[in-house]
Structures are given as structure tokens and as C-alpha cells.
């Protein structure tokens, strides 16, 4: 299973941490004010928020709890939303080549997925 091999599963790791620092980037580059702190630190937020709560039972990726278990379609739009947010994130605060490249990686990575994918869309 290539979705679950070990670099694989590193890369998606260090994607998701991207993500978060994406999206944190994005809210930072709100114009100054208060709205700066709060989008700086409500958008990584939330996105890890959903990301642990929403998940499909019996995950191999993940432990195999789901503390709001939903369909794997459902799942699936969650992690690519977060995951290309935090590409956007990159982009929309002037780091256009960090952008490309974390998209690039996340493209690669669902590549070598399919196994996932298709067990995803199966449940």
C-alpha cells in the first residue's frame, strides 16, 4: 500500500504541518489591526480542529477512531481543502514558489495514494 508507506506517510505529515503554517501566514497578512492576530490564529485553528474531528472509521492512515465519523468523500474534500488552503496561504502572502511547490508535493503525494483514495471513496 503506497498510500500508507512510511515516506509516504512523512510527506503527508510535513504537508499538514505546512498547512497549518500556510494558512497562519494567510490571516498574518491581513492588514494590520486585530483582524491580523485573530485570522492568524482562527484559520490554522479551525483547519486542525476539523481535520482531527472529522474522520472515517477505521482509518489505516490514522488511529481508526473518528470522533465525528463521515463519509470518506466528505473526508477526502476536508484534507484537500486544507491541504491546497495552505498552499493559497503561501501564495496569497508573497511566497508564490513555496505555494507551487507545497501544491506540487500534495499532488505527488495523492499520487501515490490511490490506494487511500479508493478505499476513501469507498466508505
Sequence with gaps: MMGNAWWNLTLRFLLELS???????????YPAGYGRWALAIALPLAAAVSWGTFAVLNDPSRSGRAPVPVPGAVRLVLELV???GGAAGFYLAGHAAAGIVMALL??????????RLGWLLRQ
Design 106 to 115: 500534495i499532488a505527488l503525494s495523492y499520487t501515490f495514494s490511490w490506494d
Design 19 to 29: 498547512a497549518l503554517l500556510g494558512l497562519c501566514m494567510a490571516g498574518w497578512s
Design 82 to 84: 486544507v491541504l491546497f
